[in-house]
């Protein structure tokens, strides 16, 4: 292999782990402080992208505002979920509110494909260059969706630590002692789903200059999300996108060695790192119901 | 009962998202088909898997005629060939119902979702269709798995006329069986466009396929056909259908340097991001997309630009810029009248119906047995959305009923960001093209000794008998 090959095939892995950390940090978000497995959490991606279309190519809205009208859409539709689905399943355990998720997210997608058909959609890049660097092309395009990326995860980190985000910290360690403390964990529980929702709005609206957006956009990315936050660690920020990038890296070069299995050394590894470390790189274990 | 403000608030936004729900489902759905689900004299009503929808008024006691089709919904084939075989029950029952001997029949299509070739839902979908609603013709399908469909329709004596993109369904065991789209006899667009590549100075090509089933089987049709017409063909490349950013998958293309790329069975928006993130790479070459729909066409340039894609030749499944057949047209304007707008997915896949449709008009009865007397001597072809299809034998299998379909297709090339309709494969290129690639001429020449040399449709043909 090539210098240049290899880092051509590093690039790629940034630019694929800046989409994955984009939809898992709202994923492991919900999941450390709702202990809520959300199996929507996908379809508010293709949400995001569709929206971000909506608005850019159909209004013919500038990006920015496509963008802020996907994250607001997406948020909303969290907190809708939450007071509609969550709020009700929680009472009953893990398993009732996956169960809702699920078939949250099965509705959803087939009334995508009922109106939206299996359509694609495109949205004219915001920028349309491919840069060269010492044989190493990078589009630029991806380019703003890694930087994107590191933008969001920058003020997630700002927001972490006001004082909604301190208490959602505080839900996600321990739910009892928090409201003990005076928390209101009704209140923290609706902005969690609204911002890890809104994350995965904003991760859609992104990437829809870049992939196109389709229908089955939400169900493809979901698995490699999962995937994600077992690495990173259930909960943890920061985990997320340290495995975000890492999954995308060895994704990257085990397709170059192993094309289609590529999958199949990402669980290898994945099950290796769970033996050693089941709360994966930075987290704690994933919640077991009944303990 | 009293409610408190935050609970009747809650409930208000519950009942809110459920209409939000409704209202999507409701504004993508069919716009005037009517549900007869059970309500027929044949059999009992459908039930949880089988869903029924036709267009006209019908009464209890009226001769029902029913189509089953065995269909995942998940897929965009799936719902357009429903769509597809909806209307044409719709045209047949508005008319006053179809006439087949001295009995008019009401036409009610029989839906199954099978999910995508999922063994399981293959067989119980079958099942309900063939032992519990007693259907008893299969038209059409996609997403089931034919191996285990055929397990249960032919000591049924139920007749199957689907796709199947292995040969389990053109076995000489088989009765009731007639693969009437298939793609054994469809190397014709492949050849086509191979030859037109060379012309300009392709040498290597290297194929680009998911890792499926159809994947799989493409590489090696494709690769067959590309090495026939005289290209060296690289090792193919497979990628995994979840695939979202196709940056590495272009960059092992790049790395490989071929001349062409074909891309088989990768559609919609793989086939756009895949060609983008190929474009990345600095790659320049010849690209063949196995079909190319409109839309996806207008999206692709205007991912990637339309010098990027200039002299792309591709096939195509849109009978709208091609076709000049009356009763054609007559379908194309129903389709956009009775849903709006128009996909061109399920035109292809949707051949089984014109051979079941010919297949009855021809013998004026609903007996399997004559229909399949009938289908399996053909020695015709038969008009579909996509051109003519033909049925042939497979003397390779020791089959020599007419059991397997060359299919019509359409090829075209892109010049400035738009489809340029070239012409249409003959069903003789694709039969002839096809046994020369697979290098069967001897078998088919013993064949034809006996049996004499197949009659085509009158098309324009690129290949002659003494060009295998």
């Known amino acids: 292999m090539t210098l240049q090959l290899f880092l051509q095939i590093l690039v790629n892995g940034l630019m694929i782990g800046a989409i994955y950390a984009l939809v898992a940090s709202g994923f492991t978000l919900i999941l450390g402080v709702l202990q809520v497995f959300n199996f929507a959490q996908g379809q508010f991606y293709m949400l995001g992208a569709f929206a971000t279309y909506a608005v850019a190519s159909v209004l013919g809205a500038p990006y920015v505002v496509a963008i802020l009208a996907a994250l607001a859409a997406m948020a909303l539709l969290g907190i809708l979920v939450y007071f509609s689905i969550i709020k009700w399943t929680l009472r009953y355990g893990f398993f009732h509110t996956m ?21 694609t959609a495109v949205v004219a890049a915001v920028v349309d260059k491919t840069l060269a660097l010492g044989g190493v092309s990078l589009n630029s395009g991806k380019l703003l969706v890694l930087a994107g990326a590191l933008v969001v995860m920058g003020l997630l980190y700002w927001f972490m630590r006001t004082k909604i985000g301190v208490a959602m910290q505080a839900c996600a360690e321990n ?85 289609s299995f590529a999958p199949l050394v990402i669980f290898a590894l994945v099950a290796i790192l769970i033996y050693f470390r089941p709360g994966g790189l930075l987290g704690k274990p994933l919640p077991i119901p009944g303990q | ?217 493409g590489a090696q049709l494709v690769g067959a056909t590309a090495t026939t017409a005289g290209m060296q063909v690289l090792d193919p490349i497979f990628f995994s259908a979840d695939t979202a950013d196709f940056s590495p998958i272009a960059t092992k293309i790049a790395s490989q340097k071929p001349d062409a790329v074909f891309f088989s069975y990768v559609a919609g928006a793989s086939l756009i991001n895949a060609i983008g993130a190929l474009k990345d790479t600095g790659w320049k070459g010849f690209i063949l997309p196995g079909e190319l729909d409109g839309e996806t066409l207008n999206n692709l340039v205007a991912k990637v630009g339309k010098e990027y894609v200039e002299g792309m030749e591709t096939g195509s499944y849109d009978p709208r810029p091609v076709e000049k057949d009356p009763q054609t047209l007559n379908y194309i304007d129903a389709y956009q009248q009775q849903y709006g707008d128009w996909h061109s997915e399920g035109c292809f896949w949707i051949g089984p119906w014109f051979i079941f449709e010919d297949a009855i008009n021809a013998t004026q009865s609903t007996d399997v047995d004559t229909l399949v007397a009938y289908l399996t001597s053909s020695k015709k072809g038969v008009r579909t959305l996509t051109g003519y299809s033909q049925l042939f034998a497979r003397p390779d299998l020791q089959n020599y009923k007419t059991v397997d379909s060359a299919p019509g297709h359409y090829i075209g090339v892109v010049r400035d960001g738009k489809f340029e309709y070239l012409e249409t494969i003959a069903c003789k290129d694709q039969y002839l093209s096809s046994i020369k690639v697979y290098g069967l001429k001897d078998v088919y020449q013993k064949y034809w000794d006996e049996y004499g040399y197949p009659e085509f449709p009158d098309q324009p043909a690129r290949l002659d008998f003494s060009d295998l």
């Open chain 2, 1 to 217: 009962m009293r409610l408190g403000k935050r609970r009747l608030g809650t409930l208000v936004l519950g009942v809110l998202f459920l209409a939000l729900i409704a209202g999507l489902v409701a504004c993508g759905g069919e716009k005037s088909t009517e549900s007869t689900t059970g309500t027929t004299q044949s059999s009992g009503g459908a039930g949880a898997t089988g869903t029924s929808a036709a267009g006209g008024s019908g009464s209890a006691d009226e001769p029902v005629l029913r189509v089953g089709a065995l269909l995942s919904l998940d897929s965009i084939q799936g719902v357009e060939m429903k769509k597809w075989l909806q209307l044409f029950a719709k045209l047949y029952n508005d008319a006053g119902g179809w006439k087949i001997g001295e009995t008019t029949y009401r036409v009610e299509p029989m839906f199954y979702d099978v999910g995508m070739w999922d063994a399981t839902k293959s067989r119980s979908a079958v099942e309900k269709a063939v032992l519990q609603d007693k259907v008893k013709y299969l038209v059409c399908n996609w997403g089931d798995i034919p191996a285990e469909t055929l397990s249960v329709t032919e000591p049924n004596k139920v007749l199957w006329l689907g796709l199947d993109f292995v040969d389990d369904s053109v076995k000489p065991t088989l009765n009731y069986a007639v693969r009437a789209q298939g793609l054994f006899f469809a190397q014709g667009l492949f050849y086509y466009i191979c030859q037109d590549y060379i012309k300009q100075g392709a040498k290597s090509v290297l194929v680009v396929c998911p890792d499926t089933q159809q994947g799989h089987v």
């Open chain 1, 175 to 259: 739910r009892e002692v928090a409201c003990l403390q005076g928390i209101n964990a009704g209140k923290v529980f609706w902005v969690t789903m609204a911002v890890g929702c809104a994350l995965c709005g904003v991760a859609g609206a992104l990437v829809v200059p870049v992939l196109s957006a389709s229908t089955n956009m939400g169900q493809l990315i979901f698995l490699k999300a999962i995937i994600v936050v077992l690495v990173g660690g259930t909960g943890s920020m920061a985990g997320a996108l340290l495995a975000a990038f890492l999954v995308g890296i060895v994704e990257s070069f085990a397709f170059q060695y192993v094309e």
């Open chain 1, 99 to 119: 169960l809702a998720t699920v078939a949250f997210g099965t509705i959803v997608g087939q009334a995508a494909v009922l109106k939206f058909g299996y359509s």
